[in-house]
């Protein structure tokens, strides 16, 4: 459909204003509030996050396409109960304690939210047990850490090590992830995945949740 | 035992090791320096060398990269020539009002930066410079950069990096005598500038606060420590003393005119003189200035490229030493981004036509190197916008730019207002200082009033947290675009 075709392409362009409106002028016309989200607003994140993955666009062209799809969700929102839009998981995702680098998490984040997810964002600099304890109280399937210093990332192992001590580690799956992060760390602190960018994470995610 | 034969500059060393180590562990222990700016990551590629022999992984066309690689029997290995003691400009005068020195006949002006330890000797009657060095920072056989070293610190290696800048300092001193030609003194005034974090290495402190939030630092100087030593203060955690010699030394906080002040580099520090106040701030901008995550980047080595221009719409490198190109260097990779946009073969976001580029035979850019561009001169360039917004200051109201440290002194500032890392409208205002940090230093040797003018100074700075700042990071967003701001 056209106007779903657009509403993709506009939002890829970042022109916020413009998704909004079509989000609007779709409902209008009676197009059916899930096939707006998947073929319009997500589809237009996703052709964005694999061009981010390919290094064909950047962190300000994501940034802007972000605020475009959070624009059109602001409006398609509160159809999702009505019309039995349901998200595909909840994630819970923050920068560890000690660290205040946000701009790779919010990345990861809008991918999932891209992708369908509902995303609880905690910030930055947050404790291990704050982890827990959301992850715990919004029913988080999927646990996302950020690190970009060296020196923070021995918080990550904490975090997991929490998750032990609290038993729910086998509740969720821990994703790590930053600049210095590697699968070989990973592995080593007992985490269920790592992605070099956001929108692989968004894809882990998804395969997480499938198998 | 196996063995690692190592050949550097015509001789070969021979290494017998026991397990499997990594090239970098036993080079390492043998004294060798290998850059490993990614953290030992196995993504920047730094530390790359030609190899032979029996290793895991194999040799990929005769290299291997030295962080990631085992050695499984006997192997070899070629290295670039060491460094050498540099011979370090040496100016003739020194930006002194009045003569005031402290007591003695001679002094000794240091500067511990990341990478290189600069020292000069002064005599303190006179105020005239008789000798200056530079030799590569020995605790980069530990980790080259700030957070590395601040990890092995904190891992027990504390003693090691403080015996290791010590022992360099004392060789300095002794050549500096003999270079002027005088017996090593009993009694040497000095004054030691140098980031926090050398500091505190210098003085075996545990570097615990630097290294996570909330990022205090427990000691910022400005004391007199041994006999006769003097460590400036420092305006923050990542705000070194140098960054107040460099104030110092440009005699910014002296006049009344608004002016900036920017070191760039890794961690760039960033100050603002206005209206009789100064607003200082730090923004790391990761090792890309110095090569560093860049698939063919170089420090400023022989054989890197340093200046790319467009010359009939064809590009046109040269290299350090005239040597033949081997991969690029900051102020080569600025120039690089800044043609590619004149040329159109790169759009203003970064894009680039090709998915590579070659400069020079057997040299590339890669669109990821750009990318590692765009960050660190995002963060510099959000860093001013932040720094004049807070002081409410316009750029076309900056009287004066100077620019502070090694990197500043090579950079094209036409290439750096092209490609948006600072202001175009500063580009007739810019000043290259040098190593102001070391002429700072020998101005707290010649004029005692100075001591606390340092000191002063560095308290009065009101520093500017970028984390969390959301001037920052739209800022930041913005400023990684290739569009002159
Ligand atoms: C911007 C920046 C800052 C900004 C941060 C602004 C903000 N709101 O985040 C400011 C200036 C405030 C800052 C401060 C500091 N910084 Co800083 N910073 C950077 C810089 C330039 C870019 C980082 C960035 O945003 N990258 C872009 C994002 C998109 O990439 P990313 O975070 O890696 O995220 C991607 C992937 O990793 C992945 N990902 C990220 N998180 C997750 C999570 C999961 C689960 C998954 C799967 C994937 C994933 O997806 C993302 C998108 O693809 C880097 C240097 C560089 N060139 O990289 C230094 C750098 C990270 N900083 C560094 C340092 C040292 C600091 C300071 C300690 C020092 C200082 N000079 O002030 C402070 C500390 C602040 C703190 N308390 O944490 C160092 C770290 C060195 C090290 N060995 O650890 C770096 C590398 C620079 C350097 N000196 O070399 N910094």
Known sequence: MQILADISSKLQAGKAKEVQELVQQALDQQVPVRDILEQGLLDGMGIIGAKFKNDEV??????????????????????????????????????VQGDLHDIGKNLVKMM????????????????????????????????????????????????????????????????????????????????DAYAADAASAADKALALLGG | MPELRVHQAGAVRVLPFEGQPLLTQLLRQAGYEISTPCGSAGVCGRCGLRVAGQLDPPAREGRALACRTRLMGDAQVWLADPHQLDKIALADSLPLTDLKPLPGEFGLAVDIGTTTLAAMLVDLPSGRPLAAVGLTNPQASLSDNVIGRISAALEG????????????????????????????????????AGNTAMLYLYMGYSPRALSAAPFEADHLFGVWVEEHTFLPRCPGAFLGADLNLALLASGLCEREET???????????????????????????????????????????????????????????TTIGDAPARGICGSGLVDAAATLLDLTLMDETGRLSQDKVALAPGVMLWQKDIRQLQLAKGAIAAAIGALCQTAGVRTRDIHRFYLAGGFGSYLRPQSAARIGLIPEELLEKTVALGNAALSGAAMLLLNQDCLD?????????????????????????ERMMFEPF
């Open chain 1, 58 to 95: 950047f962190v300000p062209e994501v940034l802007i396409a972000a605020r475009a799809m959070n624009r059109g969700m602001e409006v398609l929102k509160p159809y999702f109960a009505e019309s039995g839009v349901e998200a595909r998981g909840r994630v819970c995702i923050g920068t």
């Open chain 1, 112 to 191: 999932m939210e891209g992708k369908g997810f509902e995303v609880i964002d905690l910030g930055t600099d947050v404790p291990a047990e704050a982890f827990v304890k959301a992850a715990a109280e919004h029913g988080c399937a999927i646990v996302c850490l950020s690190a970009l210093l060296t020196t923070t990332m021995p918080a990550m192992r904490q975090v997991v090590e929490a998750f032990e001590a609290a038993g729910t580690r086998d509740q969720v799956k821990i994703m790590v992830g930053g600049a210095p992060v590697t699968d070989e760390f990973c592995a080593q602190i007992g985490a």
């Open chain 2, 157 to 192: 290696e504390g003693p090691r990096l403080r015996a290791l800048v010590r022992e360099a300092l004392t060789g300095l001193t002794r050549q500096l005598c003999e270079q002027a030609g005088i017996e090593r003194p009993l009694h040497l005034p000095t004054v030691i």
């Open chain 2, 259 to 317: 002016a900036l002040l920017a070191d760039i580099g890794t961690n760039g520090e960033i100050a603002l003189w206005h209206r009789g106040r100064l607003h200082c701030a730090a923004a790391a901008a990761g090792p890309a200035f110095e090569g560093g995550g860049i698939t063919q980047g170089l420090g400023s080595e022989r054989g890197a490229i340093d200046s790319v221009q467009a010359v009939d719409g064809q590009l046109r490198i």
């Open chain 2, 453 to 477: 003018a340092s000191t002063r100074l560095a308290r009065q700075a009101q520093v500017l947290t970028l984390s969390g700042n959301p001037q920052f990071s739209q800022l930041f967003a």
